[in-house]
């Protein structure tokens, strides 16, 4: 295939919220532009960027997949995404890489929680948008209703650029407001259609919103605000320029119309993303650093240094490991070394390859500006820089949240613990969100992730790709410890048994630091009281002791230690002992500070139909929660609240339950706060009895 430059190229996220038909209108684009023979439909899993067998079983994304489109000589990368709240990270690393974001939206529910979510992604990395108003073909589609949504929450500059021919049943096609012409569609989903005059039904309202149009392009352009009143109007070639400069400069977020499903529509969407979106070229110059920190900027031209970012990794079952890179510099080659600059060492870049969905097509070089594959790099992952050894640049990659609930897993098979390890560590290859660790206290393996579904997805993933079947027990609430008050606290470690004996002597300081501060370690010594090489080791003693936790195996975080004193001796002394003494300073310490235990609060926003809010605020209440705000939107109203982690591990039922299934929420970690004291005894209870339980097992 063709080997497309910069100004040639459209990076663009489709992104919203789940069941938007995002997947679907990325099949109508492929099939509309000849690179599909058929539209992909979630139902019976043809999709071309729904391939996984998750996915496919699911009927919704779980992971960003991409797929391309070659349209009036233009290459549109298109990453698809998933909408679902804890699956946003690969949302956002797919806004990162791209220079555009399609945000699509139901014509039926309007504005929901992550397309606003999604919409501050956008953001955040500056980008323009475009709003695509999906399912206009289902009933109770409003395109007006959603209109009014999409500029309450987001502005005025959220502004159509088509009238949409009819809703629900009788949508036919799409008033283009450039053009002033009609696109009306054939109805059995072949995607065929008839350019026309705006039919008289249509067109005062035509008129009405394009005078809008023009007024809002002109806005921003003298010289075309002064043609306007001159003429009293703009030509469509003056309109299309300034509303493509506008669309850049995120002052219009242009919105169009679609039904991906019956195939309406499609084709004027190609023609913005061609028309309206920016190439890479065109967006503003990112910035990196060199290994010391100091900022680099990119020449984006393909003769220039090749730099590119590594955003996500997948594993295939014929290729294996696949990287997909975006190409931020210069020209990738196959078959060539380049530097990984993240971790310092040489990589040999194999057969390049774009994506159409889990298909792999050779190319022989991409250029700065696109978006690419290549299999079985050695040591190079999700967030890693690739670039010329003797131009290192790092680019700033996404970074991925704490995992918000645990579970304990083990194998169901004895002697499968390496299997499980291997496998699971080729999931996080893919998905960094996810985390495993084994607990230092109950030897346990956690599998922890951004929700109770996100880790159910892994467990069958570890049986369907690597053949482990694994138990799952109930998920753990990430508790944390900390002190209340300063306390000063000496440690002293003194042992003789013939021979050389062990003396280490310290004192030290505790004090409480903001929430969200970890730990700090201060070094006070002076005139040699510890000598320079034994201080390390104090502080080593202390965080190995932390770790450890101190009323119910948690870690203390939040506290600052100052090292004020000690003595040495210096045949016995040795790093050792001062580690030791360092962990008998810190248990001293935490008898006096008034330890407490700090509990994660989640950030939770529940939408549900207006009829049962009363019902879902009372719940809340019944579980410590504080409910912030409700935000009412046409017949469903979404409620904000914070509550305890430990109060939802197993909420998602008693939604479905109190909601007869209408009502779905979103759930992120927001802060932690201190456990009330009642319920704190029933931690440390239930600690003492698990570390208990573990001894006798063993």
């Known amino acids: 295939m063709k080997v497309y430059s910069g100004s040639e190229i459209r990076n663009v996220a489709v992104v919203g919220h789940n069941d938007t038909g995002k997947t679907t209108l990325v099949s109508q684009l492929l099939f509309n532009a000849g690179a599909t023979t058929?539209?992909?439909?979630?139902?019976?899993?043809?999709?071309?960027?729904?391939?996984?067998?998750?996915?496919?079983e699911r009927k919704h994304s779980i992971?960003?997949?991409?797929?391309?489109?070659?349209?009036?000589?233009?290459?549109?990368?298109?990453?698809?995404?998933?909408?679902?709240?804890?699956?946003?990270?690969?949302?956002?690393?797919?806004?990162?890489?791209?220079?555009?974001?399609?945000?699509?939206?139901?014509?039926?529910?309007?504005?929901?929680?992550?397309?606003?979510?999604?919409?501050?992604?956008?953001?955040?990395?500056?980008?323009?948008?475009?709003?695509i108003v999906n399912k206009m073909d289902r009933e109770r589609a409003s395109s007006s209703r959603t209109l009014e949504a999409l500029q309450k929450k987001f502005g005025k500059n959220v502004v159509p650029i088509?009238?949409?021919?009819?809703?629900?049943?009788?949508?036919?096609?799409?008033?283009?407001?450039?053009?002033?012409?009609?696109?009306?569609?054939?109805?059995?989903?072949?995607?065929?259609?008839?350019?026309?005059?705006?039919?008289?039904?249509?067109?005062?309202?035509?008129?009405?919103?394009r005078e809008k149009l023009i007024e809002k392009v002109a806005e921003g352009d003298d010289t075309l605000m002064e043609r306007f009143f001159e003429q009293g109007g703009l030509s469509q070639e003056e309109l299309l320029d300034g509303l493509k400069r506008e669309?850049?400069?995120?002052?219009?977020?242009?919105?169009?119309?679609?039904?991906?499903?019956?195939?309406?529509?499609?084709?004027?969407?190609?023609?913005?993303?061609?028309?309206?979106?920016?190439?890479?070229?065109?967006?503003?110059?990112?910035?990196?650093?060199?290994?010391?920190?100091?900022?680099?900027?990119?020449?984006?031209r393909p003769e220039a240094f090749p730099a590119a970012l590594v955003f996500k990794t997948f594993s295939d079952p014929f290729s294996g490991r696949v990287s997909l890179f975006r190409v931020y510099a210069g020209t990738f080659?196959?078959?060539?070394?380049?530097?990984?600059?993240?971790?310092?060492?040489?990589?040999?870049?194999?057969?390049?390859?774009?994506?159409?969905?889990?298909?792999?097509?050779?190319?022989p070089e991409l250029k700065a500006g696109d978006i690419g594959a290549v299999a079985k790099l050695k040591d190079t992952h999700t967030g890693d820089t690739i670039a010329a050894k003797d131009h290192q640049i790092l680019i700033p990659a996404v970074q991925y949240p704490e995992a918000a609930i645990a579970f304990a897993v083990e194998p169901k098979a004895r002697g499968d613990e390496d299997k499980l390890g291997a496998a699971v560590a080729r999931i996080i290859e893919e998905d960094p969100s996810i985390r495993f660790a084994r607990d230092p206290q109950t030897k346990e393996f956690l599998l922890s992730g951004?929700?109770?579904?996100?880790?159910?997805?892994?467990?069958?993933?570890?049986?369907?790709?690597?053949?482990?079947?694994?138990?799952?027990?109930?998920?753990?609430?990430?508790?944390?410890?900390?002190?209340?008050?300063?306390?000063?606290?000496?440690g002293r470690h003194k042992k003789q048994s013939g021979g050389h004996g062990q003396f280490a002597d310290c004192k030290i300081t505790v004090e409480p630091l903001p929430r969200g501060a970890d730990f700090e370690f201060v070094d006070e010594i002076f005139g040699g009281a510890i000598p320079r090489q034994y201080i390390p080791a104090v502080e080593k003693g202390i965080q190995d002791a932390r770790q450890k936790g101190f009323l119910a195996g948690y870690p203390m975080v939040d506290f600052r230690v100052r090292l004020k004193d000690g003595q040495y001796h210096d045949v016995d002394s040795s790093e050792m002992a001062f580690k030791i003494a360092g962990s008998l300073a810190y248990q001293q310490a935490m008898e006096q500070a008034r330890a407490t235990i700090l509990e994660p609060i989640m950030h939770v926003d529940i939408t549900a139909p207006s009829e049962y809010v009363g019902d879902i605020m009372g719940d809340l209440n019944s579980r410590r929660g504080r409910v912030e705000g409700v935000d009412a939107e046409e017949d469903t109203q979404v409620v904000h609240a914070r509550v305890p982690m430990a109060e939802m591990l197993t909420y998602g039922s008693t939604l479905r339950s109190i909601t007869q299934g209408r009502g779905s929420f979103h759930m992120e970690m927001s802060h932690y706060e201190e456990v009330p004291r009642n319920l704190q005894e029933k931690i440390i209870t239930e600690s003492k009895k698990a570390k208990e339980q573990q001894a006798a097992a063993h």
């Open 63 to 131: 992971s960003a997949a991409f797929a391309f489109v070659e349209w009036k000589n233009t290459k549109i990368n298109l990453l698809d995404t998933p909408g679902f709240g804890i699956f946003m990270m690969e949302a956002k690393s797919a806004l990162r890489v791209a220079d555009s974001a399609a945000v699509v939206c139901s014509g039926v529910t309007g504005v929901e929680v992550t397309t606003e979510k999604v919409w501050k992604f956008a953001e955040e990395f500056g980008l323009p948008r475009i709003v």
């Open 162 to 209: 088509q009238v949409p021919m009819g809703e629900e049943h009788d949508f036919e096609g799409v008033i283009d407001l450039v053009s002033m012409k009609a696109i009306k569609y054939a109805k059995d989903g072949s995607g065929k259609y008839d350019i026309i005059d705006i039919p008289s039904e249509h067109k005062s309202t035509a008129d009405e919103w």
């Open 333 to 363: 080659k196959s078959d060539t070394s380049y530097w990984n600059t993240t971790k310092d060492h040489e990589e040999r870049i194999g057969k390049l390859q774009v994506l159409q969905g889990k298909q792999q097509i050779p190319v």
């Open 38 to 56: 058929r539209l992909g439909r979630i139902e019976d899993g043809t999709t071309t960027t729904d391939f996984d067998p998750d996915e496919i």
């Open 247 to 300: 669309v850049a400069h995120h002052q219009i977020f242009p919105v169009l119309f679609t039904s991906a499903s019956h195939n309406i529509a499609g084709h004027p969407l190609l023609d913005a993303f061609v028309n309206l979106l920016p190439s890479p070229e065109e967006v503003k110059t990112l910035e990196g650093t060199d290994r010391k920190g100091e900022k680099l900027t990119f020449d984006r």
């Open 450 to 490: 951004q929700g109770q579904l996100h880790v159910e997805i892994v467990v069958s993933k570890l049986h369907k790709k690597y053949g482990v079947d694994v138990i799952l027990h109930p998920p753990k609430v990430p508790y944390r410890e900390t002190i209340t008050k300063p306390a000063d606290a000496h």
